[in-house]
T-cell receptor, first 117, second 106 residues
Framework: NAGVTQTPKFQVLKTGQSMTLQCAQDMNHEYMSWYRQDPGMGLRLIHYSVGAGITDQGEVPNGYNVSRSTTEDFPLRLLSAAPSQTSVYFC????????????????FGNGTRLTVT | GQQVMQIPQYQHVQEGEDFTTYCNSSTTLSNIQWYKQRPGGHPVFLIQLVKSGEVKKQKRLTFQFGEAKKNSSLHITATQTTDVGTYFCAAIDMRFGAGTRLTVKP
């Protein structure tokens, strides 16, 4: 199993450009999520999905869109990149949704380092 | 969401010293998870605590969940250079604390 695969690993964008960060998992996990990590800020939840066709906003959703057409894929779209979106982005998945008492561990991808100039 | 506060933000220790990081919430937590992120890497799951007063050990790491389920701690005995990284706690809604960055001086 490859686990959670994120592409690209690195990306440089100019302000105003759009792009899609790809995330795929081969563990048949229902729950998937996107985080951004900035120095001193920990991991902040952007969007998440509890299953195909279902998405919801996290803590910092503005400027990002997601969709979940299949169980395996959960792309993150930056509509019009801004320097404030310079960050490391992590995709994660888990077997169970996170609302039950026995939520299962998150499996993270290796991350995408995005710079917006 | 269940916001968790984590302290300290940074900790520098001499190899062999102990280390503790704390995770605190103003509300009762259903459960709490701990993750470790090595420099340049991604977070990796360490453990989940569910029961009030629960204590779990993994070799030199001891995890505790408070009796009121509002706080948790991770204690490392006799740190090693392999313990370097950032330790995060996460609440049930998968919102993470800001993390504690541990550096170990050989």
């Amino acid at each position: 199993n490859a686990g959670v695969t994120q592409t690209p690993k690195f990306q440089v964008l100019k302000t105003g450009q759009s792009m899609t960060l790809q995330c795929a998992q081969d563990m048949n996990h229902e729950y998937m999520s996107w985080y951004r990590q900035d120095p001193g800020m920990g991991l902040r939840l952007i969007h998440y999905s509890v299953g195909a066709g279902i998405t919801d906003q996290g803590e910092v959703p503005n400027g990002y869109n997601v969709s979940r057409s299949t169980t395996e894929d959960f792309p993150l779209r930056l509509l019009s990149a801004a320097p404030s979106q310079t960050s490391v982005y992590f995709c994660a998945s888990s077997y169970r949704p996170t609302y039950s008492q026995h939520n299962s561990p998150l499996h993270f991808g290796n991350g995408t380092r995005l710079t917006v100039t | 969401g269940q916001q968790v506060m984590q302290i300290p933000q940074y900790q520098h220790v001499q190899e062999g010293e102990d280390f503790t990081t704390y995770c605190n919430s103003s509300t009762t937590l259903s459960n709490i998870q701990w993750y470790k992120q090595r420099p340049g890497g991604h977070p990796v799951f360490l453990i989940q605590l569910v029961k009030s007063g629960e204590v779990k050990k993994q070799k030199r790491l001891t995890f505790q969940f408070g009796e009121a389920k509002k706080n948790s701690s991770l204690h490392i005995t006799a740190t090693q250079t392999t313990d370097v990284g950032t330790y995060f706690c996460a609440a049930i809604d998968m919102r993470f604390g800001a993390g504690t960055r541990l550096t170990v001086k050989p």
